[in-house]
């Protein structure tokens, strides 16, 4: 059957692929002509012109890209260009029709690419792919939601399934799906964050009581030094880079920590600005300073020791020793941990000279107030390294350093998760929450902690899991061990996708399975009691109104509050006492239990629409409180592990290009990495690739090396001599989750350590194609 509105798919061959140079400054007027481009040609000049303007405004729709804050002096264009992307990705016209799913068979979709998938449009309307057979099929939505019921009752018990959650989720629809969840009996909720943020939470949580940044936005322009670490803002925080200017403006020094001399970390024109378009624009990084994978804790144990050295020397004009002696502990086992610092093996973790280190902590004795900012490069690190705790180490130092003023910048991150973990989606909520569930529903949530991304596999993998439902991601392609993963899926009975478009999750799947089709954030959201809108939390914990502005972009796609109250309905039917259809016709009846059960969210509905929304209040940064068992914050200290890189072999990272978002592939291009059509690359530095007796332009197979000793390989790479850390490679995400083992995690997090792979590169041997394989 013709499509009425067949995608363009556009896929450049690996003859094609064009390697440049890397850019040297991000965004500009680049930056906003390469956004307006796809939206136009897509969308229209109406919709387009709808979408773009709503995004970030008070009364229109939270940009689903990064969870960068908004300023209060918002502009015209409160977006970038991968904000951009995001949105005309999921306010596209061209949708999926009926007669696709009997023309493409789930073996055939299996074999297309992430790129494909997302090309063939919106999802509008629910499938269902019986067992035994190879194709899904439309069916209504109330089959659906009982075929879902059916199967969930009939498990030998609720731990038998598991609820995981993507970053996009709502507030309303986060709280409604953990509360059918814990009402169906299992705390089986693995999320995103998991494989994101987890680290920070877990680290954080222990030094300063709170999982979540304790900056708000206004403090980047306030600040004198920011230090960013393991973040690439250019491509995956762009409206960073605006706040950076600012805060550049008002005399910040600012130094990046990154093994990748990443183009938005030098200089940055902004294009919302005359000044940006034409000019040379701002410098950004003061001090780039080329850490090796993995180096960073070696770096920021340095600076502590060079710290409390200073304020050994001059004793009270480093340290506030009244806010350590009030509100910390631990101080002395870190010097005394410090003082035995080992500075050749800084040096050689590092790969930075001494007077690198020593630069930086005389910018940090200098500074009075400090942000460190963090992401993927530190949370997804080594094993054994509980990441983020080293630089909540360091963040207390910041706090105790001189003059503190109340509430200084400390740390941020910039996860998309967000408000999900607010909402009580965590496998391992606290009692109190739960405790609060149970005051509120009158039923008693189940107490044992559930699964986790990773413990979700495994699961699977021992056929200890039946179901898996999804609200949104692409859990299969996101989570480490790709191969290891998708035998682990195919064992499921059911799976269950609630998407707004196709992806790799809906092509490897359990026995049965079904796709409800969703309404994305951008789209107007009519109910019962009229237009809805609803919430999100942003990186610096300010929780916003989120108002769709398109019309949907087919009758049928329901929207999330609403397919998690039918699915909570068929399945639970009058086991609890919650009004499932009273919170599908007005989202403000959710609103009023979280109002009640979420610590900080009281009058939700009232706080939520007051001048675009509140912020969360925040113990550590508002009044100096840390909930950690002793109520101080904490010290750490972490022992020093060598970074292990055997002879012959390299350290890899799996990272973002800038034309993706997550395991959504926007096109083949990571333009200021000077990589055009093509995504299969291995980044190295030339005298690396020298010792190895390797070519700029090369094709390799990447061995992955690891101690269960299977083959894991990802075939002919091209290698890019690239001005990369020295025995450090890069490659992108997802398709280098082959690579990672799913037993390679953080210490405590449990978070796959996806930018720390032991790899071997060897000339390919067979020629041209691509391809990954595993062997045990
Ligand atoms: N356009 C776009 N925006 C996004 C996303 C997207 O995919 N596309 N994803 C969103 C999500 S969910 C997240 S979590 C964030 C991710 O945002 P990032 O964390 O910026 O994402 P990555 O591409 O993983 O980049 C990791 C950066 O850390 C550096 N790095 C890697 N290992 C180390 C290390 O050991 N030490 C140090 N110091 N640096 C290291 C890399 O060189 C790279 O610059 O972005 C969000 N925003
Ligand atoms: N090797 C390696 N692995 C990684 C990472 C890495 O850096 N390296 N990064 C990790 C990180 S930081 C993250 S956050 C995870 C991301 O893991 P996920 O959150 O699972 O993956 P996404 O690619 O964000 O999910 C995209 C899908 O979500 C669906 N979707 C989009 N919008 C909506 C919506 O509004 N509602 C619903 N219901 N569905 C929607 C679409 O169907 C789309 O295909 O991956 C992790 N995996
Ligand atoms: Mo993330």
Redesign the pocket.
């Known amino acids: 059957m013709a499509r009425k509105n067949p995608p363009r798919v556009d896929e450049p061959t690996d003859d094609e692929m064009e390697v440049g140079k890397p850019k040297t400054w991000a965004a500009g007027l680049p930056g906003v002509m390469h956004s307006m481009v796809p939206a136009l040609k897509d969308m229209g000049v109406d919709r387009s012109r709808k979408t773009l303007l709503a995004m970030n405004h008070r009364d229109g729709f939270d940009c ?1 890209s990064c969870a960068w804050p908004d300023p209060d002096h918002r502009k015209a264009f409160e977006f970038c260009e991968n904000g951009a992307k995001a949105v005309t990705w ?1 306010a596209t016209p061209i949708t999926v029709e009926s007669g696709f799913w009997a023309e493409h068979s789930v073996s055939e979709l299996r074999g297309q690419s992430e790129y494909w998938l ?1 090309q063939q449009g919106r999802l509008t309307e629910p499938v269902y792919k019986p067992a035994g057979e190879d194709h899904y099929r439309p069916v209504g939505w109330d089959e659906a939601f009982s075929i879902i019921g059916t199967k969930l009752n009939s498990l030998a018990s609720p731990d038998e399934a598991a609820f ?1 959650t ?4 709502s507030n309303e629809a986060a709280f409604i799906y953990q509360l059918f969840v814990r009402a169906f009996g299992t705390n089986n909720l693995p999320d ?2 998991n ?2 943020h987890e680290s920070t939470g877990w680290a954080m949580g222990q030094t300063l009581g709170i999982g979540k940044s304790t900056i708000a936005y206004d403090d980047f322009g306030k600040s004198d030094l920011i230090i960013i670490v393991g973040q690439n803002p250019g491509t995956n925080h762009p409206r960073m880079l605006t706040a950076l200017e600012e805060a550049k403006g008002n005399g910040a020094a600012i130094v990046a920590v990154n093994p990748l001399p990443e183009a938005g970390l030098r200089r940055y024109k902004n294009p919302q600005e005359v000044k940006g378009i034409i000019g040379r624009g701002t410098d950004i990084a003061d001090q780039f300073m080329q850490i090796r994978l993995g180096g960073d804790m070696a770096l920021l144990q340095a600076v502590s020791k060079r710290v409390l050295e200073a304020e050994e020397a001059s004793p009270g004009t480093v340290l506030d020793r009244q806010f350590i002696e009030d509100h910390c502990e631990g101080l002395e086992e870190l010097k005394a941990h410090l003082a035995r610092l080992d500075e050749d093996a800084v040096l050689e973790s590092t790969g930075l000279r001494r007077e690198e280190i020593d630069e930086l902590a005389v910018r940090y004795l200098k500074a009075e107030r400090v942000i460190i900012t963090w992401a ?1 490069g530190l949370t ?1 690190q080594k094993r054994r390294w509980p990441p983020s705790r080293r630089s909540s180490t360091c963040c207390c130092c910041a706090a105790t350093s001189v003059n503190p003023a109340p509430g200084r910048p400390r740390s941020a991150g910039t ?3 967000r408000g999900d973990r607010t909402m009580g989606i965590w496998e391992q909520m606290p009692p109190s929450f739960l405790d609060a569930i149970e005051k509120e529903f009158g039923f008693n949530p189940p107490r044992e902690h559930g699964t986790d991304a990773v413990q979700t596999i495994q699961k699977m993998r021992d056929g200890e899991m039946k179901v898996f439902v999804a ?5 299969v ?4 061990d790709t191969h290891e993963a998708e035998a682990a899926m195919e064992k499921l009975e059911m799976s269950v996708q ?6 790799r999750s809906h092509t490897v799947v359990g026995r049965e399975a079904l796709i409800l089709p ?1 309404m ?2 951008t789209e107007i959201d009519r109910q019962a009691s009229g237009e809805q809108f609803v919430s999100v939390e942003d990186t610096v914990c300010a929780v916003h109104p989120s108002w769709g502005k398109v019309e949907p972009v087919a009758p049928h796609p329901l929207s ?1 509050v609403a397919i998690v109250s039918r699915m909570a309905r068929a399945t639970l039917g009058q086991k609890v006492n919650v009004d499932w259809t009273g919170f599908e016709k007005n989202y403000d009846l959710v609103r009023e239990h979280i109002s009640r059960v979420v610590v900080g969210c009281a009058d939700y509905n009232q706080r939520i629409r007051q001048d675009g929304g509140f912020v969360m209040a925040n113990g550590p940064r508002d009044s100096r409180t840390f909930h950690t068992a002793t109520g101080k914050a904490v010290f750490t200290v972490n022992d020093l592990e060598h970074v292990q890189c055997p002879p012959g072999r390299l350290i890899l990272q ?3 290009s800038h034309d993706q ?4 592939i926007y096109g083949h291009n990571d333009r200021y990495r000077g990589i055009m059509k093509g995504r299969q690359v291995v980044f190295v530095n030339p005298k690396d690739l020298a010792e190895l007796g390797l070519q700029d332009g090369q094709y390799v197979d990447i061995h992955g090396e690891y101690v269960d000793h299977k083959e894991r390989v990802l075939r002919n790479y091209r290698v890019v001599a690239y001005p990369s850390a020295r025995g450090c490679a890069a490659a992108y ?2 398709e ?2 082959v690579l ?1 083992p799913l037993e390679a995690v953080a210490e405590g997090s449990n978070t ?1 350590v ?2 720390h792979v032991v790899v071997k590169l060897v000339p390919a041997s067979d020629g041209h194609e691509v391809g990954a394989s595993v062997t045990a």
């Open positions: 689903m999921e997302g995981y993507s970053g996009r989720t995103c964050s494989m994101c993927m997804q996860p998309t998760c609200l949104g991601g692409n859990l392609a996101a989570i480490s609630i998407s707004t478009k196709l992806n969703t994305g954030r999330e799996t990272m973002r978002f997550n395991t959504t995400y997802p280098a989750n990672v796959p996806s930018k």
